[in-house]
């Protein structure tokens, strides 16, 4: 609650107050073309360093590994362009400083400390922050995912794997012709 409260209160009473400010120091047309210039300023930066984290991302994939470090970077990128695009001289700082590759870094390391990943055979699971067991603290109070196992290849109650052949019964058109 307490988060909610400082975003969607506090946060827009700080910022008219700051643009206000502004406004009075540099004059309003000012103003406006300076939150219009930081929007602008952001969008190119913004796709300069998410294209830069994306194709970092696909080297980690191509070479096999899990790229933990750019997905958490490209969240902080989108929420970065999202505080951009939003009016106001404080959350483009913010934004600014979710942009940066420097600051952008720390965040990650930071948001990564939080996370877990446990790998599997077939399959990895993902969670964030603590709880019990390999799914954390589920909605209902269990220690286990809602949904139960989440291994894609286990389908059977018991978790067997099941195996068997199969035969292409499918016709194409031209047979089902020539049969008429």
């Known amino acids: 609650m307490g988060i909610f409260l400082f975003l969607f209160i506090v946060m827009p009473i700080a910022e008219m107050a700051v643009l206000i400010q502004v406004g009075g120091m540099i004059g309003v047309l000012n103003t406006v073309g300076l ?3 930081t929007a602008v300023i952001g969008a190119w930066f913004l796709r300069q360093q998410g294209l830069a984290t994306l194709l970092r991302a696909n080297e980690r994939l191509n070479s096999g590994e899990l790229p933990a470090k750019e997905v958490a970077e490209g969240l902080i990128l ?6 951009l695009l939003t009016p106001g001289f404080i959350t483009d700082t913010i934004g600014f400083l979710c942009l940066l590759p420097g600051t952008r870094h720390l965040m990650a390391a930071q948001a990564l400390k939080r996370m877990v990943v446990s790998g599997q055979s077939r399959s990895f699971h993902f969670r964030a922050g603590g709880g019990q067991g390999p799914f954390g603290q589920d909605p209902f109070g269990g220690p286990e995912h809602p949904f139960g196992r989440q291994s894609p290849f286990d389908r059977d109650s018991n978790g067997d794997i099941i195996e068997g052949e199969y035969q292409d019964q499918t016709e194409s058109d031209r047979d089902r012709i020539e049969k008429k």
């Open 78 to 83: 989108a929420v970065g362009g999202a505080l």
């Open 35 to 37: 939150v219009f210039l």
